[in-house]
Each structure stands twice: as C-alpha cells, then as structure tokens.
C-alpha cells in the first residue's frame, strides 16, 4: 500500500505565492505521472496540472498556466507544486494524485488526503 501525503497549504493574499508539496511513501517500483488537482466548493473536482517521470514532461490547466510550475525531486516520490500570482479564485482543496506501480507489481492510481489553499482578496 502506497500513501500519498500533501503538504504546504495554507492561507495567502491575492499576488502572493504558496509551495505544494507530496511525498510518496511505501513500496513503490515505477511512477508514471503524479498530479494535482483541485476542488473548490460546490464545485466539481479539476487537474491542475500532471508532470510525467518519464521525461518531466508537464501539463497545465489552462486557468493556471504562466502561474503555477509542478515539479518533482531527484528521487521522484515528491511532486511540488509552486503557485504564484494566485488569486481567489485558487482558492480549493489540493489533492496529489498519482499512477504508479506499488508492491503488488501492478499499477494502481492513489489520491492523497488533500491540502486547503485559501486566497484572500
């Protein structure tokens, strides 16, 4: 079993800039792709943006392109994702998501707890 735990929420004023961050513990053999995605209230849950391990390859929403950057480490079990210029708008719960290939050799998608990210105007 693989655990996927955000950190790094918390609250900021429009402009200002706020760092994710999700480490991947347990077993794991290979990640494919690690996400983040958000869900405001009352409204349905969106991808943010995905970096594939691969090639680092990376995906953005297109609310958030230009502003945000998601990044992983050297040893590719920790997805960032830096966020700047937010606005209220950003204003959600942040979860990490990941595909990856965990003790059982097999591929299985795994959501993290989530992280509250508050902007005040």
């Known amino acids: 079993q693989v655990q996927l735990v955000e950190s790094g929420g918390g609250l900021v004023q429009a402009g200002g800039s706020l760092r994710l961050s999700c480490a991947a513990s347990?077993?794991?053999?290979?990640?494919?792709?690690m996400s983040w995605y958000r869900q405001a209230p009352g409204k349905q849950r969106e991808l943010v943006a995905t970096?594939?391990?691969?090639?680092?390859?990376?995906n953005y929403a297109d609310s958030v392109k230009g502003r945000f950057t998601i990044s992983r480490d050297n040893a590719q079990n920790t997805v960032d994702l830096q966020m700047s210029g937010l606005k209220p708008e950003d204003t959600a719960v942040y979860y990490c998501?990941?595909?990856?290939?965990?003790?059982?050799?097999?591929?299985?998608?795994?959501w993290g707890q989530g992280t509250q990210v508050t902007v005040s105007p």
């Open positions: 970096i594939y391990t691969s090639d680092g390859s990376t």
């Open positions: 347990g077993t794991i053999f290979g990640i494919s792709w």
């Open positions: 998501n990941a595909y990856l290939k965990d003790f059982s050799q097999r591929w299985h998608e795994y």
